[in-house]
């Protein structure tokens, strides 16, 4: 059974910084493109970022490019996402999916999904 898991989410006042971690068990993670996803309350869940396996492609929202940075450790499993500046505008449920396929290397469609973590950021 596919289990993601995320934590690292919490309280910032805007202009701080935060880092999320998604651990993944029941697959084999370095062969699976990675997302972080994030949806805020009343509005539709948008991708914030992705990676492919091997962790040499990577894709940003143009809201959080330039403040935001995706890498893995396919050796523990674990997909990360380093926040700076963060912005009120970015408080939302931060999500972590893997692809149902191996091998992608473009941001997949069909994932598995984690429950999430709260983003809260402060003015």
């Known amino acids: 059974q596919v289990q993601v898991v995320e934590s690292g989410g919490g309280l910032v006042q805007a202009g701080g910084s935060l880092s999320l971690s998604c651990k993944i068990s029941g697959l084999t993670f370095a062969d699976r493109a990675m997302s972080w996803f994030r949806q805020a309350p009343g509005k539709e869940r948008e991708r914030v970022s992705c990676i492919d396996f091997r962790g040499e492609a990577t894709y940003y929202a143009p809201s959080v490019r330039g403040r935001f940075t995706i890498s893995r450790d396919n050796a523990k499993n674990t997909l990360y996402l380093q926040m700076a500046a963060l912005k009120v505008e970015d408080t939302a449920m931060y999500f972590c999916?893997?692809?149902?396929?191996?091998?992608?290397?473009?941001?997949?469609?069909?994932?598995?999904w984690g429950r999430g973590t709260q983003v809260t950021v402060s003015s």
């Open positions: 999916a893997a692809d149902v396929q191996r091998y992608g290397y473009a941001c997949p469609s069909d994932n598995h």
